[in-house]
Structure formats: structure tokens, C-alpha cells
């Protein structure tokens, strides 16, 4: 007792000695933890809404527009540079309207519907389950299928999976050959329906757990492909949808749960994406870090009904939301991304790499031209946004050691509860090379910042370092400044006998690697 309040001040003074000098001190832990950061963390999502399909990932084959047997060039390729190692489809609420079957065979018989969920468009379903499979085996991408449960049948998606996996001689298999494929595709993530307590079918927690269990049992492995079931999750704070789960599915073939959680603050009055005061800054990251709580709680239910971990959380849509851009189809969620938007992700992975004991997946909404996009088309014109930078730098940390810090910062207040730090940081170690991001959230002010580790030698050599950073916190990409934020080199470092000084800008993002 004695020694620990002994260490304890002795901590405390030399934090105080060093903050003296620095404005926030980091210590990582690089004896590490043994915990891996799964690269699902870095997950996408994609969705039958607005243009993230049609416009974003596919064209089609006769387009004007570059592509790739029908998938856009310029936007396949971002994708291969970014690494996504999962990506959902087709959705979001557009999943429990959708009807696999109206998206195979050839295009044009296929059936065409309205797109009730957002806005009515015409979904003429030229991309379907080929487009969407075949896609993700070219890029490497595990997909994660999300299954009908509100409009559909047992039967469906039981076909669905069949028609997915089987190699064997059955007529799903058969129709699958005749549409082209004969090997039966991979597919692990399947999701039971999306969103059951609202656009999913409006279910109570008790009734979508019967659900999930009919459903699940149809869902069957051909082959050797296992598939891993993902029950449709809670929003947010709804911890009793959680509990009610766990209690009712936990052994009962369920491997993931879901959760959703989006960086808004009021429902009725989302804000801009791209105009917004310093206090609205700082209130949507405070928002955005609020998950933390919220992943906590999910968890400590987790715990209680499964303490051996045999499910998994997956936070499979996050992501802020604001209000469509000026002139774009309101059903359609298109919005720009800024330097906020970039802190946003930022501290989102600095926080979701903390619980991936149970966190085991995330997905952000959407891939393309809708809410935090990573990419922005229009027409034969893309751009990369804030958000696709974080994405891209964060890489390092996919399948990395985390490496547990601490880290002492000045907090911003603002109007809500939780206060944003001045700094924060992610650590981890993969074959041998420490990788540290940094995030500087103050809007005026540089911050300097020191790393220590607990070992002297741990950290001796930079091999990289790169920041993302903009003179205004408003800049964004747009299709004539395609390259106003971007990452660029970083040099505002030095080895000191305290360890690595590292002097972040003004609202930036620093990533060093190194040994
Ligand atoms: O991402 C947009 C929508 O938000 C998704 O379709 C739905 O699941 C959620 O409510």
C-alpha cells in the first residue's frame, strides 16, 4: 500500500516536472499487451443509397467513366491503396427491402424497383451479389453480407447463402454456375437482418431473438466455409436490447452483435458539414468520444451473460451525420468531409482500439458519396476526403500489438458533458516497427508534446513520419481543390534525453513509425 502511494507520487511529480516544459506528456507501455488490433476495425460499408453504388463504386461496363469491368478505376484503386479489409453490403435499411434474386442473372432482365428507404430512386440492380462479391475478391475485401429478416423469408436467405457458398449439385449451386461463377465464393460475415428495433421490422428484442435463432438455422455451411452469424444489434444507448440478446442468443449460434453509433447531436437539427463554429467543433467531438462510454457499457453487458467472450461486438455503422449538402436529394445523405471529420475518425480509432478485447469489427458509413465518406465522386471526377487520409495512416495499426499508454492532456470543455483532450494517441508494434499517431484536436494552439516508453531502447530511429493538418478547420476536398487537406511530411520532431519531443500543429493528425 505504502510503495504503490510512494510510486504513485513519485508519478505524479514527474509528470508535473515534464508538463512543466510540454504540454501533454505520453508514456507507452511498449512491454505490450498481447492484444492484437483486428484489421476489421478498419471496416467499410456500402450501401444501396444515394450514389454509393451507382456513381460511386460501379458504372457499369459501357460507361464513359474509366473502370474496371463496370467498378470505377479511379475509386477500385483507392480502395486497393487504403487496405479495407471488410466491407458490408447492401446495406442499412435498404437491406431488409432487398430481394437477392432481383440482383443476378443477366442485367438486362433484372428487376428494377423503387428505392423506398432513400428517396425513391430507381434501383435497376445491375450491381448485385456477382458485382458485389466479385469486387471484393479483387480487392481482397472479406465481404459481410446483410441478410433480408424484415421483408424476407427463411427461405431467401437460406437460398442466398446456398447460391453464395455451395460448390455442391444443387439448383441454387446450378443457377449460380449458370450465371457465371462456378466456384462457390467465400463468404464469412452474415448479418441477420439490420436495424430489427427500427427500419429492420420494428421487433422487439425479445421477438427478434426468435427471429435470429429460425433464421440462423437455415443459414448453413457448404463446404468448408463457416459462416459467422452477426445479430442485428442495438442503437446507441439501448443497453436492454443488448442484455436482452445476450441472454437469448449467447451459445445459440449468434458470433457477433452489432451496434450503431453516429456522431449526431440533435436528430432534428444536425448542423453542416462544412460550416460550424468552434463550439460546434468541439461539441461534435465530444460527441464522437461519448462512444467510449457507450462501447464500455455494451461490454460490461457482454460480460455478465458471456464472461468467456464468445461473442463479439461489432460497431458495424458509425460515423458523423450532418445535413445534405446545398442542392443534393435529401434522401440521398451526401456530405462533405472536413478536417473535423478527420479528428472525428481519429479519436474514434484511438478509442476503438482500446476495447478490442471485445470490439472486433467496425464499419464506417459509407464508402462513397454518403455521410463520412472516405471518397467523392462526380461524374469522371473523385476525390479522397480528410476522412480517407486517417483511414490511410491508421493502416499500420491493422493486425498490429497495441501498446497500452498513458497519455496527460489539457481538456477543451464545451457545451456537453464529456470534455475533448488537447491530445490523444494510439501506439502499436508490428514486426518489429512502433507505430504512434497523435492528435493535436486544438483549433489555435501547437502542442508539444513528449513520448516516453518504458523502455529506453524502444523507440531510438524515426523511419516516417507524416501529418495531416489544414490552416482551417473547415478546408475540405473538393472537385476542384482535390488536394487542399492531404498528408505530407513531418520533420517537427527531436530525440531528447526525456525521449521523443513532438511539436503537433494546430488541429492535426501526426503518424511516426519507427524502431
Ligand atoms: O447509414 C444510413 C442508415 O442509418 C442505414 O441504412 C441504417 O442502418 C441507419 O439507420
Known sequence: MKLSKTISAVVAVFCAVTLYSQDATIRIHDEGTGNTIPKEIYGQFSEHLGRCIYGGLWVGKDSEVPNIEGYRKDVFDALKALKVPVMRWPGGCFADDYHWMDGIGPQEQRAYISNNNWGGTLEDNSFGTHEFLNLCEMLGI???ISGNVGSGSVEEMSDWVEYMTSDA??????????????????????????????CGGNMTPEYYSDLFRRYGTYLRNYGDNRLYKVASGASDYDYNWTKVLMQNLTRKGMNGISLHYYTV????????????????????????????????RHIEVMDQYDPQGRVDLL?????TWFEVEPGTNPGHLYQQSTMRDAMVAA?????????????????????????????????????LTPTYHVFEMYNVHQDA?????????????????????????????KDGVVNISLVNTSLKDSRKVLVSFDSVKAFTKVASARVLTSADVHDFNDFDHPESVKPAEFKDYK????????????????CISGK
Not at 479519436?347 to 472516405?374: G, P
Open 142 to 144: 472479406e465481404p459481410y
Open 169 to 198: 449439385k444443387s439448383s441454387m449451386a446450378d443457377l449460380r454456375r449458370a450465371n457465371g461463377r462456378e466456384e462457390p465464393w467465400k463468404v464469412k460475415y452474415f448479418g441477420i437482418g439490420n436495424e430489427a428495433w427500427g
Open 265 to 296: 447531436i440533435d436528430w432534428s437539427r444536425k448542423g453542416a458539414a462544412t460550416s460550424f463554429s468552434d463550439k460546434e467543433y468541439y461539441n461534435i467531438l465530444s460527441k464522437a468520444i461519448e462512444v467510449e462510454d457507450v462501447l464500455r
Open 315 to 319: 460497431l458495424d455503422e458509425w460515423g
Open 347 to 383: 479519436l474514434s480509432f484511438d478509442i476503438f482500439h482500446k476495447y478490442t478485447r471485445r470490439l472486433k469489427m467496425a464499419n464506417i458509413a459509407q464508402v462513397v458519396n454518403v455521410l463520412q465518406s472516405m471518397i467523392l465522386t462526380d461524374e469522371t471526377r473523385m476525390v
Open 401 to 429: 500489438e497495441y501498446l497500452a499508454s498513458d497519455c496527460i492532456s489539457a481538456k477543451t470543455k464545451c457545451d456537453r458533458k464529456i470534455a475533448v483532450p488537447e491530445v490523444d494517441v494510439t501506439a502499436s508494434r
Open 495 to 510: 530525440f531528447t534525453k526525456a525521449g521523443l519531443e513532438v511539436t503537433l500543429p494546430p488541429c492535426s493528425i501526426v
